[in-house]
């Protein structure tokens, strides 16, 4: 089979738009020079048969985050590369000289330097959490009517204070068990009108024998493993067909996954060999299980 420069594809307006700055002059050159480097004669059967098999290696789809190319992943830098012709050529080129094999990428080669790497798309954004609900603010009641004087004085102050200090709200000393606990903590002295909803909620929850959530509490998500670090949803970002599929981990670990209820980013080091024989899996399986979650871990990019 008899090609040349014009045969081979030029990137597609999608490459376009995921390929990182590359300088379209000089991608072009290159194109033009793949026949050159190949060598008279090399676009053979022989040459076409090895780039269709890198094609049925690294299939569309393969990769979760460019489903629709044929994407090559070079595990050691984590960068991805468009499988297209050129590219398929130049490796293919290599493999039959024996420089190379259909499981490592020839970084570094005619068509895949860094500057050619595709743009990681690690899909939609995580939906921000809910915030917590908060709990309604009762209305201030209005102060009953009593035969104190409508301003009281410093001194009546004072003494209603120590008595009662609830007395400048106009509610009565509430009668309190002694032996409650946490009744110190959970009633504070109110110091201004302010406080006086706040003070209502503490009542109620001590008496209901709870104690107040703080504002703004909530649960901590199970993918939360660094808390230091913004939560990433691994759940969304890769599910475990496609986790499966990408490591290459049969159906009998997958269904094994499963029933452990196994999501991307567990911590894998509370796992027992007890949880791992429960699965259906063994020691062996599992081992392929841990290199591929360190893998996809290792192939994430950093926060």
Not at 37 to 54: H, T
Not at 235 to 255: K, T
Request: proline residues 11%; aromatic residues 6%; glycine residues 6%.
């Amino acid at each position: 089979m008899q090609n040349t420069a014009t045969d081979i594809q030029q990137p597609t307006s999608q490459l376009d738009n995921e390929v990182g700055p590359v300088a379209p002059n000089t991608l072009n050159t290159q194109l033009d020079e793949v026949p050159g480097i190949l060598g008279k004669g090399s676009l053979d059967d022989n040459l076409e048969s090895v780039r269709r098999n890198l094609e049925k290696q690294y299939p569309i789809g393969n990769c979760v985050a460019h489903k629709t190319i044929h994407c090559v992943i070079h595990r050691p830098s984590g960068q991805h590369f468009d499988l297209m012709e050129g590219r398929s050529l130049v490796w293919g080129k290599l493999i039959l000289d024996k420089k190379s094999n259909y499981f490592n990428p020839p970084v570094g080669e005619m068509l895949w330097k860094k500057e050619h790497a595709l743009k990681k798309v690690m899909g939609s954004a995580p939906q921000p959490l809910p915030e917590a609900p908060t709990a309604p603010i009762p209305a201030t009641p209005a102060a009953p009517t009593t035969s104190l004087p409508a301003t009281p004085q410093p001194q009546q102050t004072a003494a209603m204070t120590a008595m009662n200090p609830y007395a400048p709200f106009g509610m009565p000393m509430p009668m309190f068990n002694p032996f409650t606990m946490g009744l110190a903590g959970a009633l504070a002295t109110p110091t201004t009108p302010m406080n006086l909803p706040q003070m209502q909620m503490q009542m109620q929850s001590v008496q209901r024998g709870t104690t107040p959530a703080a504002s703004g509490s909530r649960k901590r998500p199970r993918h939360d493993i660094r808390s230091s670090s913004p939560v990433m949803d691994f759940e969304e970002l890769i599910s475990l067909d496609d986790f499966c599929n990408e490591y290459h981990l049969d159906d009998q670990i997958r269904e094994g996954l499963k029933k452990m209820q196994f999501l991307v980013g567990d911590d894998l080091s509370i796992v027992t060999l007890t949880d791992i024989r429960d699965a259906g899996l063994t020691p062996l399986s599992w081992g392929r299980v841990k290199r591929a979650h360190k893998a996809f871990m290792k192939s994430l990019p950093p926060n």
